[in-house]
Structures are given as structure tokens and as C-alpha cells.
């Protein structure tokens, strides 16, 4: 029998998407979730993972400036995939250049539009109802070494109508994602 894939979760705030990701992967075949990693002592992801019984760990930003700490304890846990759920700080590009093609993090709009630094959260849905945008959704891509330029591998759709406000946008587009996530996850880890 082959060793399952291991992913580590790097989560830094509420971790909605990290514990539909954790729950989806219990009992899995192949795919077992390793940790969850963040870079925010009281992210919810932290909570959550821990009642999940994942194990979780804390780095600060420094930490996540001097990436063989991060590198080495990656290793410590055999992790071979990367998941992005919510995670605000840049990748290191020397974890990058470990795990190329193996980092998937997911955006709350259709990239390339609103996508870039300064585009997270509530900035994102606030400027899409503000262009008077149609349709907003989700894109799943890999991580290179620009904020959310890598190879798009999926994306969702959903429309806005005219008397939307951004908070109805994110609850549609994080549907979306807890619809969408963790199968996608499945999908390309199994075949990568
Ligand atoms: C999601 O909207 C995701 O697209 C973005 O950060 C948010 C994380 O939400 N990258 P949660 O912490 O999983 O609830």
C-alpha cells in the first residue's frame, strides 16, 4: 500500500474553509491532513483543528521570514501539499522552490481581476459591489512567487444582483468555497 499524501493547512484567520477541509479528509484513503499552521495566535483555525485533534502550530512573522524553520518542520510532518485556506502572508520563495506545484490557495473573486496585494477579504467584495460588477465567485490556483499569479486550476461563479451589498457577496462566494474546496483539493492531489 502507498504512504498517503500529507497536507499541512496554513490558516490565519477564522479557518472556515480549513475545518471543511479537515472535515472532509477524516477517515480519507490517500489524503491526510498533518497540521494546521498559522501565523496568528488566536486564529479560529487554531480552535478548530484542535478539536478536530489535528495537530496546529504557531509561527510568527519572522518565522515566516526565515523559511528553513518552516521548511524544517514541514519535513518533520512529511508534508507534500500546501493548502492556502485564508493564510495572509507571503510565501517565501524558498518554500516555494520546495514545493512547486504543490501550493493551492483559493481567492474570493474571479482572478486575474482582484487579485494582488491589499486584495483580501472584505477589500475584495467591497471594490467588486462597488464596480458594479455582475458576477463575483472563487479561484482555486497553485502559489508562485507573485500574490495571486499562479496557475488557476478552478473556478466558481456566482451573480450579484443590483441590491447586493458586500456582506451578502462573501457569504455566496465562502458557499462557494466550502462547496468547492475540498474537492478540488482531492482532485489534484491525487493526481499530482
Ligand atoms: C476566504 O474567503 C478565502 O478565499 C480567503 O480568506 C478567506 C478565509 O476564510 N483567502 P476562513 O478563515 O476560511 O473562514
Do not use: W
Not at 492556502?84 to 501550493?103: C, D, N, R, S, T
Not at 466558481?156 to 441590491?163: E, N, R, T, V, Y
Not at 457577496?169 to 462547496?179: G, I, M, T
Amino acid at each position: 500500500m502507498t504512504e498517503p499524501k500529507n497536507i499541512a493547512i496554513l490558516a490565519s484567520g477564522s479557518g472556515s474553509n480549513a475545518e471543511k477541509i479537515i472535515h472532509y479528509f477524516k477517515n480519507h484513503k490517500t489524503i491526510n491532513i498533518a497540521s494546521v499552521i498559522t501565523n496568528n495566535e488566536n486564529a479560529g483555525a487554531i480552535e478548530r483543528a484542535e478539536k478536530a485533534h489535528i495537530p496546529s502550530k504557531y509561527f510568527n512573522k519572522e518565522d515566516f521570514e526565515t523559511p528553513h524553520v518552516i521548511l524544517q518542520y514541514l519535513k518533520s510532518k512529511e508534508v507534500d501539499f500546501i493548502v492556502l485556506a485564508g493564510f495572509l502572508l507571503k510565501i517565501a520563495p524558498e518554500i516555494v522552490a520546495q514545493y512547486p506545484e504543490k501550493i493551492i490557495n483559493i481567492h474570493p473573486a474571479l482572478l486575474p481581476k482582484y487579485g494582488g496585494k491589499g486584495m483580501y477579504g472584505n477589500h475584495v467584495h467591497e471594490s467588486v459591489i462597488l464596480n458594479k460588477e455582475t458576477e463575483s465567485g472563487i479561484t482555486i490556483h497553485l502559489v508562485n512567487d507573485n500574490y495571486d499569479e499562479g496557475r488557476i486550476i478552478f473556478q466558481a461563479k456566482c451573480s450579484i444582483s443590483p441590491q447586493m451589498g458586500a456582506k451578502q457577496l462573501s457569504a455566496k462566494v465562502q458557499q462557494l468555497e466550502h462547496q468547492h474546496f475540498p474537492k478540488i483539493i482531492e482532485e489534484f492531489v491525487e493526481n499530482h
